[in-house]
């Protein structure tokens, strides 16, 4: 138990179908994060939200949508995904103002687009 | 800014050999470096940080790393790799009131028997 539940933990989806997927955090903290891990690359930091503030990568599609109700959820929404977007979706919290804190990751989404 | 660099994406060992997984940090303030190992299709998990005070920090499951500001290095070691050591570890740093923490490619562990 990491105190980050990601759920579902698999998704196979086809190119036409849109879903969602849920990360909830009960450990407190006030930033939440959606990363990428794809075989064979680095992570990669898709987005961020913490208090009122949203930090993006500019290089994400806009076919991945993300949605931070409160402090404690976060989703990312999918729609008209591509096969190269199969991989696994972490989700992290962390305590933005305790800089020698760590992130805690969830366990991941793995996510197949057919 | 703030960046990391691991050095080689797969490192291996036999069962009961050192090992040693390698970061070097970027930054211009003082850091605050972490390991991270990462299981098969699991997340990422804390093995240890370095934030202020003793450079030389302990972690879980014997591992051990030490700050050396000089050389800008936070190395990852453990006196007797074991199996159950083969995982992927990531180093990450966070500087210059930065809250998002930057991470390394990683460095697959392979241990053999």
């Known amino acids: 138990e990491t105190g980050v539940t990601q759920t579902p933990r698999h998704l196979v989806m086809g190119m036409t179908n849109k879903k969602s997927l849920k990360c909830e955090q009960h450990?407190?903290?006030?930033?939440m994060y959606w990363y990428k891990q794809s075989a064979k690359k680095p992570l990669e930091l898709m987005f961020v939200?913490?208090?009122?503030?949203?930090?993006e990568n500019n290089s994400v599609p806009s076919r991945f949508s993300p949605e931070c109700p409160n402090s404690s959820h976060l989703f990312l929404h999918l729609h008209t995904l591509q096969p190269e977007d199969s991989a696994l979706y972490l989700c992290a919290s962390s305590h933005r103002d305790r800089g020698g804190t760590e992130a805690f990751f969830g366990q991941g989404t793995r996510l197949t687009v057919v | 800014a703030q960046s990391v660099t691991q050095l080689g994406s797969h490192v291996s060992v036999s069962e009961g050999a050192l090992v040693l997984l390698r970061c070097n940090y970027s930054?211009?303030?003082?850091?605050?470096l972490f390991w991270y190992v990462q299981y098969p299709n699991q997340g990422l998990q804390l093995l240890l940080k370095y934030t202020t005070g003793a450079t030389l920090v302990k972690g879980i499951n014997g591992f051990e790393a030490e700050f050396k500001k000089s050389e800008t290095s936070f190395h990852l070691t453990k006196p007797s790799a074991h199996m159950s050591d083969a995982a992927e570890y990531f180093c990450a740093v966070k500087a210059g009131g930065s809250y998002i923490p930057t991470f390394g490619r990683g460095t697959s562990l392979i241990v053999h028997p």
């Open positions: 930054s211009s303030v003082p850091p605050y």
């Open positions: 939200y913490s208090l009122e503030e949203r930090v």
């Open positions: 450990l407190g903290h006030n930033a």
